[in-house]
């Protein structure tokens, strides 16, 4: 049993104002409070809360919500692989079953996440907003995405060494790559994994 990050969010805010107030919010304060545009879709989450057994409320009565239990840390659950499919021509899915665990973006030594700020890495998939899971390294080999100091600014690009040279290149035409010395230029990390959300 997990909660999804709104959910959390809900329940959080709850927790909260029962703390400070003694009692629950309305379904309108909750909406209003997020900007939901309709009692409905609080109702959707206060069913949710309560289904996984977070919440508890008195029916046809104003202002009893009340947090059962501390929120439920997630557990992690492998995927299954099913198949292929493919943003072209269509193909068969379904024709390989594999297990997939998302832990192991997660399980090099020291491997830390970044939220990406910019559209310069777009041709290579990162967009803004996308989070980065970098494994810490002090070198790189030519042409891997890392995570680089260049004048103590960070930034993500594409590495290559021209001699005594460091160029970070963007994977974006509209971009110009940064040259830099090599003293300038401090490796934080390789990029390893990607994670991104849709809402």
């Not at 290559?160 to 003293?183: K, S, V, W």
Request: charged share 25%; hydrophobic share 40%.
């Amino acid at each position: 049993m997990y909660l999804t990050a709104k959910q959390k969010a809900v329940c959080d805010y709850i927790r909260g104002y029962v703390r400070r107030r003694g009692y629950g919010p309305t379904q309108r304060e909750i909406a209003d409070h997020f900007g939901f545009s309709s009692l409905g879709t609080v109702q959707k989450y206060l069913n949710a809360l309560i289904g996984k057994g977070c919440l508890a409320k008195t029916y046809n009565q104003q202002r009893s919500l009340q947090v059962l239990q501390p929120i439920p840390t997630p557990v992690w659950r492998d995927l299954r692989i099913l198949g292929t499919v493919t943003a072209g021509d269509p193909i068969r899915v379904y024709e390989d079953p594999q297990e997939y665990s998302p832990r192991t973006l997660l399980l090099g030594a020291d491997r830390f996440a970044l939220r990406v700020s910019g559209q310069s890495m777009v041709d290579e998939g990162i967009r803004d907003g996308d989070v980065l899971i970098v494994q810490p390294a002090a070198t790189a080999e030519q042409g891997q995405t890392v995570v680089a100091l260049v004048h103590q600014e960070a930034t993500v690009k594409k590495f290559f060494r021209h001699g005594d040279t460091i160029e970070l290149r963007p994977a974006n035409a509209g971009m110009r790559p940064i040259f830099a010395g090599e003293q300038d230029v401090v490796i934080q990390g390789v990029v390893v994994g990607l994670i991104r959300e849709f809402k």
